[in-house]
């Protein structure tokens, strides 16, 4: 059985940071390109952030470049993001995502940036 599972999420404020996790199992995470998505409310799921299976190489959207780095353990099944320098419009529920041989989805977690 394939599981998704985000955390790390939370009330942070303007210029804050925080690290979200997502742990998985059910599938060979190391074959698999593993991305982070959000969504705010009222508009479309967007990628955040991709990490490639092999070399790792990484791709940002331009709104969170040089503020997020997404990274992986393959020995670990898990996915991380690191985000600082934090702003109120980053608020969206975080969703991880693996997909390759399949697409699999995490149910989401939420942040929220406020003061």
């Known amino acids: 059985q394939v599981q998704l599972v985000e955390s790390g999420g939370g009330l942070v404020q303007p210029g804050g940071s925080l690290r979200l996790s997502c742990a998985t199992s059910g599938f060979t995470f190391s074959s698999y390109v593993m991305r982070w998505y959000r969504q705010a409310p009222g508009k479309e799921r967007e990628l955040v952030a991709s990490i490639a299976d092999v070399g790792a190489g990484t791709v940002y959207a331009a709104s969170v470049k040089g503020r997020f780095t997404i990274s992986r353990d393959n020995a670990k099944n898990m996915l991380y993001l690191q985000m600082n320098s934090l702003k109120p419009e980053d608020t969206a529920v975080y969703y991880c995502?693996?997909?390759?041989?399949?697409?699999?989805w995490g149910q989401g977690t939420q942040v929220t940036v406020s003061s």
């Open positions: 995502n693996a997909v390759r041989f399949g697409n699999y």
